[in-house]
T-cell receptor, first 113, second 109 residues
Framework: DGGITQSPKYLFRKEGQNVTLSCEQNLNHDAMYWYRQDPGQGLRLIYYSQIVNDFQKGDIAEGYSVSREKKESFPLTVTSAQKNPTAFYLC????????????FGSGTQLSVL | AQRVTQPEKLLSVFKGAPVELKCNYSYSGSPELFWYVQYSRQRLQLLLRHISRESIKGFTADLNKGETSFHLKKPFAQEEDSAMYYCALRGVGSYKLIFGSGTRLLVRP
């Protein structure tokens, strides 16, 4: 079954703690993206990666970090520097040259304890 | 500044009524516009793109550069059209999609 898998579905973070959200895809897509969604707002781009071992900051990268060591994996770390981490996080992937058609995961809801 | 505005958070219509979901954009150049949809318990997915000039599930959208709009229309709404709809923009040559805040369409029987 091809697609994008995000885990966990729900995640809780304590003050000062770093947490990592997992995103795995078996679609053989080159490009992967992380978006943040807050209530009443659209999706905002955090980071994106067009190829392995390369990634770029999106509009709201502060307080986040990513890695792209494998084509199928693009984990997002929410660091303690991110002061307002509570949000819904969506991972997506696309064929590099047709990147308007994003395939989305089911999301991770991150909350602060 | 690049921006996508969807002025309605919720649009409620009766089955069989026409539907128009509004989308306005701000972009200094020639953008590409898209509509994404998220049905209940499903993932966000691409509905249509302006360059294709296609009709998907009876929906159409025309890019109006003069009014900087890309409204989504359907002449006769169906209950299965109830979903969250997002308008999105991409600048030519850009890898980044900019999304609006979304409009929830509720089609009542």
């Amino acid at each position: 079954d091809g697609g994008i898998t995000q885990s966990p579905k729900y995640l809780f973070r304590k003050e000062g703690q770093n947490v990592t959200l997992s995103c795995e895809q078996n679609l053989n897509h080159d490009a992967m993206y992380w978006y943040r969604q807050d209530p009443g707002q659209g999706l905002r781009l955090i980071y994106y990666s067009q190829i392995v071992n390369d990634f770029q900051k999106g509009d709201i990268a502060e307080g986040y970090s990513v890695s792209r060591e494998k084509k199928e994996s693009f984990p997002l770390t929410v660091t303690s520097a991110q002061k307002n981490p509570t949000a819904f996080y969506l991972c997506a992937s696309s064929i590099r040259d047709r990147n308007e058609k994003l395939f989305f995961g089911s999301g991770t809801q991150l909350s602060v304890l | 500044a690049q921006r996508v505005t969807q002025p309605e958070k919720l649009l409620s219509v009766f089955k069989g009524a026409p539907v128009e979901l509004k989308c306005n954009y701000s972009y200094s150049g020639s953008p590409e516009l898209f509509w994404y949809v998220q049905y209940s318990r499903q993932r966000l997915q691409l509905l249509l793109r302006h360059i294709s000039r296609e009709s998907i599930k009876g929906f159409t959208a025309d890019l109006n550069k003069g009014e900087t709009s890309f409204h989504l229309k359907k002449p006769f709404a169906q209950e299965e059209d109830s979903a969250m709809y997002y308008c999105a923009l991409r600048g030519v040559g850009s890898y980044k999609l900019i999304f609006g805040s979304g409009t929830r369409l509720l089609v009542r029987p």
